[in-house]
């Protein structure tokens, strides 16, 4: 069993469940840096060790312009048109 932690405001919880995952992965993968501090150094070991794993699968990077924000929703149209996957991470 997997349990989901949400950091927000837990007086009403809301129930959530895990995506369905698919059979393999294919086509670009965006890996999305939030811009918090050493978010960029957790993204690129994300990327070394899924490069390893999944050879020929294509990478592209993302930068949100500030991680106190919402993604604009001209980035996530572009990601969404560009890519199959998203990898968001951030490190403190």
């Not at 129930?15 to 050493?38: M, Y």
């Amino acid at each position: 069993m997997t349990t989901i932690l949400d950091p927000t405001d837990e007086r009403v919880p809301v129930r959530r469940s895990l995506a369905p995952r698919p059979e393999s992965i294919a086509g670009p993968v965006a890996l999305l840096d939030i811009t918090k501090p050493r978010g960029n150094v957790l993204i690129a070991r994300i990327e070394e060790q899924l490069r390893e794993r999944l050879p020929g699968v294509e990478f592209r990077h993302y930068n949100k312009p500030t991680f106190t924000k919402p993604a604009p929703e001209d980035l996530r149209r572009k990601i969404a048109e560009e890519c199959a996957f998203v990898i968001e991470a951030l490190a403190d």
